[in-house]
Protein backbone atom coordinates (compact mmCIF):
# COMPACT_ATOMS: atom_id res chain seq x y z
CA UNK A 1 0.00 0.00 0.00
CA UNK A 2 1.58 3.20 -0.96
CA UNK A 3 1.30 6.37 1.11
CA UNK A 4 0.21 9.97 0.27
CA UNK A 5 0.97 13.37 1.49
CA UNK A 6 -0.38 14.52 3.90
CA UNK A 7 -3.08 16.81 4.06
CA UNK A 8 -4.09 16.09 0.70
CA UNK A 9 -7.35 14.50 -0.16
CA UNK A 10 -7.44 10.91 -0.54
CA UNK A 11 -9.92 8.62 -1.57
CA UNK A 12 -11.33 6.17 0.79
CA UNK A 13 -9.66 2.99 1.18
CA UNK A 14 -10.36 0.09 -0.49
CA UNK A 15 -11.55 -3.09 0.96
CA UNK A 16 -8.66 -5.53 0.80
CA UNK A 17 -9.63 -8.75 -0.62
CA UNK A 18 -9.28 -11.71 1.47
CA UNK A 19 -7.15 -13.05 -1.19
CA UNK A 20 -3.89 -11.08 -0.41
CA UNK A 21 -3.99 -9.24 3.10
CA UNK A 22 -0.37 -7.91 4.22
CA UNK A 23 0.66 -8.63 7.57
CA UNK A 24 1.06 -4.89 8.76
CA UNK A 25 -1.93 -2.71 8.36
CA UNK A 26 -1.24 0.97 8.62
CA UNK A 27 -4.43 3.56 8.97
CA UNK A 28 -4.25 6.86 8.02
CA UNK A 29 -6.76 9.33 9.50
CA UNK A 30 -7.04 13.39 8.06
CA UNK A 31 -6.92 15.97 10.08
CA UNK A 32 -6.99 19.65 8.82
CA UNK A 33 -4.25 21.87 9.43
CA UNK A 34 -6.05 24.40 11.91
CA UNK A 35 -7.56 21.97 14.05
CA UNK A 36 -3.49 21.10 15.01
CA UNK A 37 -2.63 24.38 15.86
CA UNK A 38 -3.01 25.46 19.08
CA UNK A 39 -4.76 28.76 19.80
CA UNK A 40 -3.47 31.99 21.73
CA UNK A 41 -5.09 32.47 25.29
CA UNK A 42 -6.12 36.06 25.02
CA UNK A 43 -5.77 38.45 21.45
CA UNK A 44 -4.48 41.51 21.83
CA UNK A 45 -7.03 43.31 22.24
CA UNK A 46 -8.05 41.16 24.91
CA UNK A 47 -4.65 41.56 26.49
CA UNK A 48 -5.31 45.40 26.33
CA UNK A 49 -9.00 44.96 27.18
CA UNK A 50 -7.87 43.04 31.01
CA UNK A 51 -5.01 45.60 31.18
CA UNK A 52 -6.84 48.35 31.25
CA UNK A 53 -9.07 46.46 33.69
CA UNK A 54 -6.57 45.58 36.24
CA UNK A 55 -5.48 49.25 36.11
CA UNK A 56 -8.97 50.69 36.79
CA UNK A 57 -9.43 48.05 39.81
CA UNK A 58 -6.20 49.26 41.14
CA UNK A 59 -6.68 53.02 40.76
CA UNK A 60 -10.15 52.29 42.13
CA UNK A 61 -8.65 50.26 44.89
CA UNK A 62 -6.20 53.09 45.50
CA UNK A 63 -9.06 55.93 45.50
CA UNK A 64 -10.92 53.40 48.22
CA UNK A 65 -7.99 53.39 50.25
CA UNK A 66 -7.36 57.10 50.06
CA UNK A 67 -11.23 58.12 51.09
CA UNK A 68 -10.94 54.92 53.90
CA UNK A 69 -7.45 56.90 55.32
CA UNK A 70 -9.07 60.54 55.09
CA UNK A 71 -11.84 59.23 57.18
CA UNK A 72 -10.17 57.59 59.99
CA UNK A 73 -7.57 60.56 60.14
CA UNK A 74 -10.87 62.98 60.17
CA UNK A 75 -12.40 60.75 62.89
CA UNK A 76 -8.81 61.04 65.04
CA UNK A 77 -8.19 64.48 64.47
CA UNK A 78 -12.09 65.27 65.45
CA UNK A 79 -11.04 63.09 68.65
CA UNK A 80 -7.94 65.40 69.29
CA UNK A 81 -10.00 68.39 68.72
CA UNK A 82 -12.69 67.09 70.89
CA UNK A 83 -9.98 66.26 73.67
CA UNK A 84 -7.99 69.07 73.41
CA UNK A 85 -11.37 71.40 73.94
CA UNK A 86 -12.36 69.27 77.11
CA UNK A 87 -8.55 69.35 78.54
CA UNK A 88 -9.06 73.69 78.34
CA UNK A 89 -12.57 73.47 79.77
CA UNK A 90 -11.05 71.56 82.42
CA UNK A 91 -8.51 73.85 83.17
CA UNK A 92 -10.51 76.85 82.85
CA UNK A 93 -12.24 75.48 85.31
CA UNK A 94 -9.38 73.94 87.52
CA UNK A 95 -7.95 78.19 86.83
CA UNK A 96 -11.40 79.81 88.07
CA UNK A 97 -11.31 77.47 90.98
CA UNK A 98 -7.85 78.10 91.70
CA UNK A 99 -8.50 82.09 91.09
CA UNK A 100 -11.46 81.84 93.54
CA UNK A 101 -9.47 80.50 96.27
CA UNK A 102 -6.57 82.39 96.10
CA UNK A 103 -8.89 85.34 96.11
CA UNK A 104 -10.65 83.55 99.15
CA UNK A 105 -7.08 82.67 100.86
CA UNK A 106 -6.17 86.51 100.26
CA UNK A 107 -9.29 87.97 101.39
CA UNK A 108 -8.60 86.04 104.91
CA UNK A 109 -4.72 86.89 105.39
CA UNK A 110 -5.78 90.66 104.40
CA UNK A 111 -8.81 90.31 107.12
CA UNK A 112 -6.04 88.85 109.41
CA UNK A 113 -3.47 91.18 109.00
CA UNK A 114 -5.61 94.17 109.34
CA UNK A 115 -7.36 92.54 112.63
CA UNK A 116 -3.88 92.24 113.98
CA UNK A 117 -2.46 95.69 113.14
CA UNK A 118 -5.78 97.17 114.31
CA UNK A 119 -5.29 95.46 117.61
CA UNK A 120 -1.97 96.06 117.58
CA UNK A 121 -2.76 100.08 116.48
CA UNK A 122 -5.08 99.62 119.22
CA UNK A 123 -2.92 98.73 121.88
CA UNK A 124 -0.44 100.85 121.40
CA UNK A 125 -2.40 103.76 120.66
CA UNK A 126 -4.37 103.49 124.49
CA UNK A 127 -0.33 103.69 125.69
CA UNK A 128 0.27 106.67 124.23
CA UNK A 129 -2.51 108.23 124.87
CA UNK A 130 -2.47 107.26 128.53
CA UNK A 131 1.14 107.34 129.50
CA UNK A 132 2.47 110.00 126.56
CA UNK A 133 -0.03 112.59 127.14
CA UNK A 134 0.96 115.93 127.72
CA UNK A 135 -0.82 119.46 128.71
CA UNK A 136 -0.48 121.79 126.41
CA UNK A 137 -0.18 124.43 129.19
CA UNK A 138 2.97 122.71 129.95
CA UNK A 139 4.31 123.89 126.36
CA UNK A 140 6.03 127.04 126.35
CA UNK A 141 7.76 129.51 123.65
CA UNK A 142 11.44 130.14 124.45
CA UNK A 143 12.29 133.53 125.94
CA UNK A 144 14.20 136.00 123.22
CA UNK A 145 15.06 139.45 124.23
CA UNK A 146 13.06 138.95 127.72
CA UNK A 147 10.11 137.70 126.52
CA UNK A 148 8.40 134.54 124.54
CA UNK A 149 8.83 134.14 120.84
CA UNK A 150 7.22 132.17 118.75
CA UNK A 151 10.00 129.90 116.89
CA UNK A 152 9.02 127.66 113.90
CA UNK A 153 11.80 125.77 112.31
CA UNK A 154 9.72 123.98 109.69
CA UNK A 155 6.66 124.16 107.88
CA UNK A 156 4.82 121.07 105.20
CA UNK A 157 1.42 120.64 103.70
CA UNK A 158 -0.06 119.28 107.08
CA UNK A 159 1.83 120.84 110.08
CA UNK A 160 3.81 123.38 111.21
CA UNK A 161 6.84 122.87 113.57
CA UNK A 162 8.03 125.02 116.42
CA UNK A 163 10.45 125.02 119.22
CA UNK A 164 9.07 125.10 122.46
CA UNK A 165 9.86 124.53 126.09
CA UNK A 166 8.95 121.28 127.88
CA UNK A 167 9.91 121.52 131.68
CA UNK A 168 13.18 123.01 130.68
CA UNK A 169 14.23 121.46 128.20
CA UNK A 170 13.75 122.26 124.10
CA UNK A 171 11.87 120.20 122.23
CA UNK A 172 10.25 120.12 118.81
CA UNK A 173 6.40 120.32 119.20
CA UNK A 174 4.52 119.50 115.61
CA UNK A 175 1.30 120.87 115.34
CA UNK A 176 -1.43 119.34 112.67
CA UNK A 177 -3.69 121.48 110.21
CA UNK A 178 -7.30 121.85 111.51
CA UNK A 179 -8.21 119.41 109.04
CA UNK A 180 -5.99 116.94 110.43
CA UNK A 181 -8.13 113.47 111.87
CA UNK A 182 -7.30 112.72 115.45
CA UNK A 183 -6.46 109.25 113.66
CA UNK A 184 -3.54 111.02 112.11
CA UNK A 185 -1.41 111.80 115.23
CA UNK A 186 -2.56 108.49 116.83
CA UNK A 187 -1.03 106.59 113.58
CA UNK A 188 2.03 108.90 113.74
CA UNK A 189 2.33 108.52 117.76
CA UNK A 190 1.69 104.68 117.42
CA UNK A 191 4.55 104.30 115.00
CA UNK A 192 7.32 107.02 117.02
CA UNK A 193 6.38 105.05 120.12
CA UNK A 194 8.15 101.93 118.35
CA UNK A 195 11.27 103.30 118.07
CA UNK A 196 14.54 103.10 120.01
CA UNK A 197 17.97 104.23 118.20
CA UNK A 198 20.23 107.63 117.66
CA UNK A 199 19.13 108.47 114.47
CA UNK A 200 15.34 108.58 115.05
CA UNK A 201 13.30 110.82 116.93
CA UNK A 202 11.93 109.88 120.58
CA UNK A 203 8.22 110.61 121.23
CA UNK A 204 7.87 113.13 124.61
CA UNK A 205 4.08 113.16 124.38
CA UNK A 206 0.93 114.07 122.16
CA UNK A 207 -1.40 116.81 122.92
CA UNK A 208 -5.28 115.50 121.58
CA UNK A 209 -7.50 117.24 124.24
CA UNK A 210 -7.38 120.53 122.59
CA UNK A 211 -6.65 122.19 118.73
CA UNK A 212 -4.24 121.92 117.11
CA UNK A 213 -3.35 118.96 117.50
CA UNK A 214 0.24 118.60 118.79
CA UNK A 215 3.05 115.66 118.53
CA UNK A 216 6.15 116.48 120.59
CA UNK A 217 9.84 115.01 120.16
CA UNK A 218 13.30 115.69 120.71
CA UNK A 219 14.59 118.76 119.42
CA UNK A 220 17.27 118.07 117.06
CA UNK A 221 19.25 121.00 115.47
CA UNK A 222 22.30 122.98 115.39
CA UNK A 223 22.34 125.94 118.12
CA UNK A 224 19.06 126.98 119.69
CA UNK A 225 16.74 127.26 116.71
CA UNK A 226 18.66 126.46 113.71
CA UNK A 227 17.87 123.33 112.14
CA UNK A 228 19.40 122.28 108.62
CA UNK A 229 17.89 119.23 106.47
CA UNK A 230 20.46 117.47 104.21
CA UNK A 231 18.59 119.14 101.41
CA UNK A 232 19.88 122.28 102.61
CA UNK A 233 23.24 121.14 103.44
CA UNK A 234 23.76 119.87 99.62
CA UNK A 235 22.41 123.48 98.44
CA UNK A 236 24.79 125.40 100.39
CA UNK A 237 27.46 123.21 102.74
CA UNK A 238 28.17 125.04 105.87
CA UNK A 239 28.41 122.38 108.35
CA UNK A 240 29.77 119.39 106.69
CA UNK A 241 32.99 120.11 105.32
CA UNK A 242 35.08 116.92 104.45
CA UNK A 243 34.24 114.08 102.73
CA UNK A 244 34.59 111.96 106.32
CA UNK A 245 31.89 113.71 107.63
CA UNK A 246 29.51 113.15 104.49
CA UNK A 247 30.31 109.29 104.82
CA UNK A 248 29.87 109.42 108.85
CA UNK A 249 26.35 111.16 107.83
CA UNK A 250 25.27 108.72 105.32
CA UNK A 251 26.30 105.80 107.31
CA UNK A 252 24.12 106.39 109.76
CA UNK A 253 21.15 107.28 107.16
CA UNK A 254 22.01 103.24 106.52
CA UNK A 255 21.77 102.64 109.68
CA UNK A 256 18.63 103.64 110.87
CA UNK A 257 16.67 102.70 108.09
CA UNK A 258 18.32 98.90 108.04
CA UNK A 259 16.90 99.74 111.79
CA UNK A 260 13.59 100.35 110.91
CA UNK A 261 13.50 97.62 108.12
CA UNK A 262 15.23 94.68 109.65
CA UNK A 263 13.82 95.58 113.19
CA UNK A 264 10.90 97.36 113.75
CA UNK A 265 9.32 96.08 110.48
CA UNK A 266 8.63 99.61 109.57
CA UNK A 267 8.23 101.01 105.95
CA UNK A 268 9.04 105.14 106.19
CA UNK A 269 7.36 106.01 102.78
CA UNK A 270 8.41 109.57 103.06
CA UNK A 271 12.46 109.17 102.53
CA UNK A 272 13.69 112.57 101.05
CA UNK A 273 16.56 115.13 101.82
CA UNK A 274 14.25 117.59 103.58
CA UNK A 275 13.40 114.50 106.46
CA UNK A 276 16.99 114.15 107.61
CA UNK A 277 18.10 116.88 110.23
CA UNK A 278 21.83 117.47 110.53
CA UNK A 279 21.98 117.56 114.68
CA UNK A 280 24.81 118.44 117.03
CA UNK A 281 25.54 115.57 119.15
CA UNK A 282 27.06 118.10 121.97
CA UNK A 283 24.08 120.68 122.02
CA UNK A 284 22.60 120.48 125.61
CA UNK A 285 18.81 120.37 126.12
CA UNK A 286 18.61 123.20 128.19
CA UNK A 287 17.76 126.77 127.86
CA UNK A 288 20.95 128.09 128.65
CA UNK A 289 22.68 127.47 125.06
CA UNK A 290 25.43 130.26 125.12
CA UNK A 291 27.60 127.53 126.60
CA UNK A 292 26.76 124.43 124.55
CA UNK A 293 26.86 126.59 121.36
CA UNK A 294 30.94 127.03 122.78
CA UNK A 295 31.22 123.69 123.55
CA UNK A 296 30.39 122.36 120.23
CA UNK A 297 32.31 124.90 118.56
CA UNK A 298 35.49 123.82 120.59
CA UNK A 299 34.12 120.26 120.51
CA UNK A 300 33.89 121.18 116.18
CA UNK A 301 37.81 122.72 116.00
CA UNK A 302 39.32 119.48 118.12
CA UNK A 303 37.31 116.38 116.44
CA UNK A 304 35.10 117.51 113.36
CA UNK A 305 33.96 113.83 113.33
CA UNK A 306 32.37 113.57 116.40
CA UNK A 307 29.96 117.26 116.28
CA UNK A 308 27.09 116.14 113.69
CA UNK A 309 25.11 113.21 112.97
CA UNK A 310 21.67 112.39 110.88
CA UNK A 311 18.19 112.07 112.40
CA UNK A 312 15.40 110.57 110.26
CA UNK A 313 11.46 112.93 110.71
CA UNK A 314 8.18 112.51 109.85
CA UNK A 315 6.87 109.56 110.30
CA UNK A 316 3.20 110.41 109.73
CA UNK A 317 3.13 107.99 106.23
CA UNK A 318 4.92 105.35 107.77
CA UNK A 319 3.55 101.88 107.73
CA UNK A 320 4.14 98.16 109.08
CA UNK A 321 6.20 96.26 106.43
CA UNK A 322 2.99 93.94 106.37
CA UNK A 323 0.37 95.92 105.34
CA UNK A 324 2.51 97.97 102.68
CA UNK A 325 1.56 96.90 99.18
CA UNK A 326 2.51 98.66 95.46
CA UNK A 327 -0.07 100.24 93.72
CA UNK A 328 0.34 101.18 90.27
CA UNK A 329 -1.85 104.80 89.77
CA UNK A 330 -3.57 105.71 86.46
CA UNK A 331 -3.12 109.08 84.87
CA UNK A 332 -6.79 110.66 86.74
CA UNK A 333 -5.27 108.60 90.00
CA UNK A 334 -1.75 110.41 89.13
CA UNK A 335 -3.37 113.76 88.98
CA UNK A 336 -5.64 113.80 91.93
CA UNK A 337 -2.32 112.41 93.91
CA UNK A 338 -0.27 115.62 92.91
CA UNK A 339 -2.69 118.03 93.38
CA UNK A 340 -3.60 116.49 97.08
CA UNK A 341 0.17 115.87 97.96
CA UNK A 342 2.07 118.32 95.97
CA UNK A 343 5.09 118.44 98.12
CA UNK A 344 6.09 114.73 96.91
CA UNK A 345 8.01 114.59 94.31
CA UNK A 346 7.01 117.91 92.68
CA UNK A 347 9.70 116.98 89.97
CA UNK A 348 7.62 114.32 88.57
CA UNK A 349 4.90 116.80 87.77
CA UNK A 350 5.77 117.56 84.66
CA UNK A 351 6.76 114.42 83.54
CA UNK A 352 3.44 112.67 84.65
Known sequence: MSSESFGEPSSPPSTPSTDHQPEDCEYHIHVPKAALEVPSRHSVDDKRRLRSTR??????????????????????????????QATLKYKSMARSFWDRWRWELLKRKEAHRENLTRNRHSST???????????????????????????YIGRGSFSVVRVQLYRGILVAVKELLPRTLQQDVLHEANMLIRLCHPYLPYLLGIC??????????????????????????????????CTKQWILITTQLIEALCYLHSEVKMIHNDIKANNFLISSSLLSTSCTTTTSSA?????????????????LIDFGKATDSES?????????????????????????????
Open 324 to 352: GHIHHLNDIEKLTYLSRYPHIAPARSSSW
Open 208 to 241: TSARPLRIVTQFHGIGLINTITLFQELQEPKHLS
Open 55 to 84: KKRKRKKRVLRKVALKEQLGKERDALRNEQ
Open 295 to 311: HASSAADNDPMSIYHAV
Open 125 to 151: TKEAAIHHCIDPAHLQDPIADGKPTTM
